[in-house]
DNA sequence: CGCTTTTGTGCTGCCGTAGAACATAAACGA
DNA sequence: TCGTTTATGTTCTACGGCAGCACAAAAGCG
């Protein structure tokens, strides 16, 4: 989404919006670190100023002035500054496995969750996306008193209209033009209006984010989320890249080899048809329902069928992530789903592959790392997303 | 190349800058449009605040205030704003067959340029870059009186690491760990280091800015640069997106088919081996020399092994854009070099291979286009990039 | 010729940060 | 024990930048 507005001019309130944001952006990035004289260091500012910014922030809420430890160096102590943990973000996650709902707030603690595992492969989008709110609710209702929800997000498998709050197409639900909002209406607050976002992208998000505005351990890196199909997003900077139309990602249909076989997309040969879940575990024999801990213990165990499938699943990466890698040089790549469980599998021959294809190998190394285990990292990327509000314009959530 | 810098309180001075920023671009975007009350318009200001700041753009020469023509309104005639004529940008570009200096003003006229056709495959680059000196040294000696030249860049065709300012290696050029900075030195003045930059980045540039903070025809599109390989940028929101080390964009080595040919790059299969100038031109039975020209002649009059060359390489430009579409959700390519002259052949295959692998084609069909035809648009994209820094940072070419 | 309309230019007031002086709260050392 | 040292937090004044308003200037219109 390349954002076309006419820029406007800067005024006095502008500069004190902008030093705002980043000194909470800074306190969030070191959250129980920083005073308000170690904001001062940090923004290059006076320590007059920055008092004054870090007051307002606490009188909102955005900031909270925290315990100190025992008194280490010599002169007065420091009042250690945290990010406020009134401000809460609604993160919700649809997939063909899973329905998920949690809650984060501005430290990027988890206040509620609840997980339930259902198969939505072909279900009523209706019906999921009430249970979806069933679980909302609960949540909703179980947060500490005080919490301010500021926002919601929704993440599902799919192309999403995120403009128009529409669901395009999800091939593994098998779900087209779903409006979510609608189907959850009455289940949230009236104001609470969920944002759509790909699956992979938000998954990708909280790869790239520990908590809001605290990097993560990657900051440039191609993400693949295997679930069903394989998803992906290219992160660079620490911004997960949407493209123009919010559609960017989509590395599962990746062609590997034009002569392969054909793929429900109308092409041939594209990456989920030879790493995708069940591709996979088919290709190895293992049944559907045993999932790639089963494919997992097999491969190391020396099982033929099993190694055949993930060394064609790692050469089939490597053709499709080395052109990712060629044109984006984001030479970084993280699994996660069901490949990241594999990746000390795949990792040996995977970056083999993109050592011999990639241009740029000779100089900078190709990597491949997994990427956290927790169960559904759509629904904290949401999270993570919905807060962002708050650190893109804190002006709007302090008291006039 | 993802800045990492850290972020600096807002002051006072910083508000000027931005607003002086902002005025300097909008009149750039518009040449000759805005007056002093349609720069308040179009920034939200008042016009005594513009009309402040749009006083010391002229007085240190970055706005012109220009003739008037016949006033067609009732009031007060306004008084038109151009960019400035003295600030002025060199831009360079060394390639296989060709060394050209190029020098561009704010408003986006060439002041002057050379351009020298030659062989450069495997050459000498002291003496190819001592050649591109003495062109560079006339363009200058030839700028009119008072031109004031802010930076230069110099566009090679391989990968460049332009913090270190090296050329580290140009497969067409056969050269590898090059200091064009060192090899120039001399033939221009001391403080004018030239910044390195990709060929297809620069090019894409100069299809993206008709003129400095001016937007081309497109804003959102994929650059295919066929020289002698293929080079590729992707522009986003009219920024050429340079991966985490400035490589990014490495179209011509995406893999088309595993089991393809062997490319020196040590892959199989890459698009420069399908659609690239040389492969392209034996395909279709047509001498090295003769150039595409003659391939386009040739394949218009019904010639068999023509269209089959041609055929082939939209296929093989499917299949790799398909996949680059499919990631960045930029679904517009826009094809420059050798591949411009044959658009119109390639069109309508091309557009319909990526109609059929483009996930997202469905809601947004693909689109091809032909870039300008201006001979060295490297050497354009350059000094567009030397001329960035005023656009940057106007204040640091004001007089204090 | 006077009225209307739009542009450009002064002026004052408000706001936010810089800078410096001062108050505060700890550890350190004799 | 008590002054010294050191770093934090607060308060006050000064300065720079933009907003808002009034006014001058330069055209067209009736």
Redo the contacts with the bound molecule.
């Keep these: 989404m390349s954002d076309g507005r006419t820029p406007s001019?800067?005024?006095?309130?502008t500069?004190?919006a902008?030093?705002?944001g980043l000194v909470l952006r800074a306190v969030c990035a070191d959250p129980g670190e920083l005073?308000?004289?170690?904001v001062a260091?940090a923004l290059?500012?006076?320590?007059?100023?920055?008092?004054?910014?870090?007051?307002d922030l606490v009188a909102g809420g955005l900031l909270d002035e925290v315990e100190r430890g025992?008194?280490?160096?010599?002169?007065?102590?420091?009042?250690?500054l945290a990010p406020g943990s009134r401000p809460a973000g609604l993160g919700m996650q649809v997939d063909a496995g899973l329905v998920a709902v949690r809650v984060l707030d501005l430290r990027g603690r988890v206040l509620a969750e609840r997980l339930h595992e259902e198969d939505l492969r072909d279900s009523d989008p209706a019906a999921a996306l009430s249970l979806l709110g069933g679980l909302a609710a609960d949540v909703l209702g179980a947060l500490p008193a005080g919490t301010r929800v500021v926002g919601a997000g929704l993440a599902l498998p799919g192309l999403v209209d995120a403009g128009r709050g529409l669901l395009l197409r999800a091939p593994n639900l098998r779900w087209s033009r779903v409006c979510p909002a609608e189907l959850l209406a009455g289940a949230l607050p009236a104001d609470l209006v969920p944002a759509l976002g790909n699956e992979a992208d938000l998954a990708a998000r909280s790869v790239a984010e520990d908590a809001p505005g605290r990097p993560g351990p990657h900051r440039d890196f191609v993400y693949l989320s295997g679930q069903i199909g394989i998803g992906g997003a290219a992160v660079l900077g620490g911004r997960v890249m949407t493209g123009s139309s919010g559609w960017a990602g989509e590395i599962g249909h990746v062609c590997v080899d034009p002569a392969g076989p054909a793929c429900p997309c109308g092409s041939t040969g594209c990456l989920e048809r030879y790493a995708g879940r069940l591709a996979l575990l088919a290709a190895a024999g293992v049944p559907a329902d045993a999932g790639p801990g089963e494919l997992r213990t097999r491969a190391e165990a020396g099982d033929p069928a099993a190694r055949a499938a993930v060394d064609g699943a790692a050469w089939a990466l490597g053709v499709a992530l080395a052109g990712v890698v060629n044109v984006l040089d984001i030479p970084t790549v993280v699994l996660g789903g069901h490949l990241a469980e594999l990746t000390g599998l795949l990792r040996p021959r995977l970056e083999e592959h993109l050592a011999r294809r990639v241009l740029s190998a000779r100089w900078r190394r190709p990597v491949v790392d997994a990427g956290g285990a927790v169960p559904a990292a759509g629904a904290t990327g949401a999270a993570l997303r919905a807060l962002d509000a708050v650190l893109e314009d804190p002006v709007r959530w302090l008291p006039a």
């Design positions: 001019g800067a005024r006095q309130s500069l004190r902008t030093n705002l005073s308000r004289a170690g260091a290059g500012t006076t320590r007059g100023t920055a008092a004054r910014l870090v007051d025992p008194a280490a160096r010599r002169g007065r102590p420091a009042t250690p």
